[in-house]
């Protein structure tokens, strides 16, 4: 193995979204037509194999989480309708000509889709000493123009209900977490 | 937060695989190999992006391995320093806060890293912050957002014998985070509304 360039893009989470749902597709199709010619031909020495795909079982786990992760609200990617298309990080650039943004604060908005002051205050290092106080509010309607804005509610709603299942599955899983609280009280 | 890195490399294909398409073939063994693994100073390897160029097949003695000379690029997970990052809180000890992304755990908030007027609840085992006017509570699997500090690379490549092994085995690839700025910590504090804010003081 020989790294050539260590670095030589970077990528949006959408890209890198849209990335995995193509290979995930492609890869079931593929194991759907190998498991299919198999079971035509009747390959008996084939049979341990049918049972899975033969696509690496490390690529199936990391996708499947990386996939879930960003899915999981409050990340764009996660809210419906889906909001980002093909166009839509061009129309961004074009639209934020204006400011003087790094390629980083780019790629920041584009995967986190800042909707509140605060939440672009983070974003954007050394925001109020850089951009006077309409321009920060004018970059805000910008972004949600592009990227669309966000169902809050749902988001908010969905954000409580994971964490509140996470909760409850580490309780049942653990009750001896109980059972110290009890012996301290 | 994600890169794209170019890497060369061989690749032997086993002659159970050579019913597959050339590429695919191709494809999956890199991803055996790299996917949901750490390149020391480069990342965490996810898949396989697109394939620059390969050579010709060649067999070699003894084995019946097809060797390929590829020229790929990979998808790294490498967040970039100062980057901000959304994420769960796992655990919390009095040094910190653990968080995890679902396919990455190794995320560290130092307590010394969070805004002032933060400490470690022992009765909860979380932390909270003071403000003036209420304390908010860092919950477990609370969405959290954070920044991206320093990165920590440890070799684990096996030490020879005479000398001395490391003990504890540490990840690969860790990394240290802070929530100090206002706007950081968990996403319901900043874009919630207030009576949000109550209801999760109350769980």
């Not at chain 1, 893009?9 to 890869?27: F, G, P, W």
């Not at chain 2, 003894?62 to 959304?86: A, C, D, Q, S, Y």
């Not at chain 2, 490391?166 to 996403?187: F, H, I």
Request: charged letters at 30%; glycine letters at 4%.
């Amino acid at each position: 193995m020989k790294i050539l360039e260590a670095q030589a893009a970077t990528l949006t989470n959408y890209e890198v979204y849209t990335h995995l749902v193509d290979q995930r597709v492609r890869h079931e199709k593929l194991d759907d037509d190998e498991r299919s010619q198999r079971s035509a031909k009747k390959e008996w020495k084939h049979r341990r194999q049918n049972e899975e795909g033969r696509r690496p079982g490390n690529l199936n786990t990391l996708r499947k989480e990386l996939l879930e992760y960003l899915c999981e609200a409050p990340s764009p990617l996660g809210s419906k309708p889906f909001p980002y298309g093909e166009q839509t990080i061009r129309n961004l650039l074009e639209a934020l000509r204006p400011w003087d943004l790094t390629k980083g604060e780019v790629i920041m908005i584009v995967n986190l889709r800042p909707t509140k002051l605060e939440n672009l205050n983070v974003i954007i290092e050394q925001m109020d000493d850089r951009f006077p106080e309409e321009d920060q509010v004018r970059l805000l309607h910008v972004i949600a123009e592009v990227l669309g804005r966000p169902n809050q509610e749902a988001e908010r709603q969905a954000m409580t209900d994971n964490a509140k299942e996470a909760r409850n599955k580490v309780q049942e899983a653990i009750p001896l977490e109980d059972l110290e609280m009890n012996e301290a009280s | 937060m994600f890169i794209l890195t170019k890497i060369a490399d061989l690749v032997q294909v086993k002659p159970e695989d050579f019913d597959k398409e050339a590429s695919q073939a191709i494809e999956d063994n890199i991803n055996a190999k790299y996917s949901n693994r750490v390149i020391q100073k480069i990342g965490l390897c996810v898949c396989l992006y697109d394939l620059l160029s390969a050579s010709e097949g060649l067999i070699g003695h003894g084995t019946g391995l097809v060797n390929v000379n590829v020229e790929f690029r990979m998808i790294v997970f490498r967040p970039f320093k100062h980057e901000v990052m959304i994420g769960t809180i796992s655990s919390a000890t009095p040094q910190g806060i653990r968080i995890r992304l679902n396919f990455f755990d190794q995320i560290f908030v130092p307590a010394d890293r969070l805004p002032p007027g933060s400490s470690f609840n022992d009765k909860e085992q979380v932390f909270t912050w003071n403000t003036s006017e209420t304390e908010l509570y860092y919950d477990n699997h609370e969405k959290v957002r954070f920044r991206i500090e320093e990165e920590h690379w440890h070799d684990q490549t096996p030490v020879g014998p005479g000398k001395e092994a490391d003990e504890n085995k540490l990840s690969p690839y860790t990394l240290t985070a802070s929530m100090e700025d206002s706007g950081m910590g968990p996403c319901l504090w900043w874009d919630g509304e207030a009576e949000e804010e109550e209801d999760q003081m109350v769980m």
